[in-house]
């Protein structure tokens, strides 16, 4: 039996192509039928987006110079897309915050071996329904939901106990020249930016396999 | 679960990201620098098939 094929993601929360790409990286990742092995890796798109927002995304987009008659527009396309995948995007409810803690919490679940859980759920949080996902309290009834120890998660968050965690999975992306999310790098080798089609997710990884194999 | 795009894509290798890793896929496909979130042309038109498909019905 092969041994599965690494795939290392990069990505963000508040991130929608990160979302669309997921979806379309779990498509392909059906068509290509082998075995892998995901892990998720912290970036921050805008770390120095505060935490609690008083507006909607228009408003917050409009403070950060987009132009203000383009962005509903933008935005009624990536729901669109996000439709396309299945996911249904609601921006107004979006609750638009800093993500660093949300970052902390994927690595919690990691060291609980259910990272991939934690990451579906806090995107379907942030993007589908409305909750905040900046603040330990939030992020511990979103944990708890899925069954995590409430307590715990508010004490490894108030201690930042896996900054230095998200901090290193930043400072690979730096390595690596990541620049956008979301990024995949699979089998150490190949770098994969955006949310691609499916079967471009799938052709590649079976020709990792068809590499392995053939050195093997 | 579906998939608006389903038309293969070439797997070209392009420039290396960083030594030892390359790049392959489609280089325009969506992605978000900063807060800037763009949207190929590509996946515009995608959805506007799938509105037109929609009045249709």
């Known amino acids: 039996m092969s041994e599965p094929i690494k ?25 290509f039928g082998g075995d892998l092995e995901v892990e998720y890796h912290s970036f921050e798109l805008s770390p120095d987006t505060p935490v609690d927002f008083d507006g909607s995304e228009h ?9 203000a008659d383009k962005i509903d527009g933008m935005l009624d396309r990536v729901t669109g897309i996000a439709e396309s995948v299945g996911l249904h995007y609601d921006y107004d409810a979006l609750q638009h915050t800093n993500t660093v803690l949300a970052h902390q919490l994927i ?31 939030d992020l511990a009834d979103l944990a708890a939901e899925l069954g995590f120890d409430r307590d715990d998660v508010v004490r490894s968050l108030t201690a930042n106990e896996y ?14 020249g990541i ?20 079967s471009t997710f799938a052709n590649l990884l079976t020709q990792v396999r068809d590499e392995k194999a053939a050195v093997a | 679960m579906s998939d608006a795009m389903t038309a293969p ?30 949207i190929p042309a590509h996946h515009q038109q995608a959805v506007m098939n799938r509105r037109v498909d929609s009045d249709l019905i």
């Open chain 1, 7 to 31: 795939v290392d993601i990069w990505s963000d929360i508040a991130c929608p192509w990160c979302f669309i790409g997921k979806r379309k990286f779990e498509a392909g990742a059906a068509e």
């Open chain 1, 59 to 67: 408003d917050y987009l409009v403070g950060r110079g987009f132009p």
């Open chain 1, 107 to 137: 690595h919690y679940a990691k060291a609980h071996g259910r990272q991939l859980e934690m990451k579906e759920r806090l995107l379907a949080a942030y993007f589908e329904q409305g909750r905040h996902v900046g603040r330990v309290d």
């Open chain 1, 163 to 176: 900054l230095d965690a998200v901090r290193a999975d930043q400072s690979r992306a730096v390595e690596y």
């Open chain 1, 179 to 198: 620049q956008g999310v979301p990024f995949f790098v699979i089998d150490g080798k190949y770098g994969v930016s955006g949310a691609q089609d499916a």
């Open chain 2, 9 to 38: 894509i070439q797997i070209v290798p392009t420039d290396p990201v960083a030594p030892g890793l390359h790049l392959l896929g489609d280089a325009d496909a969506a992605s978000c620098v900063g807060e800037f979130c763009e």
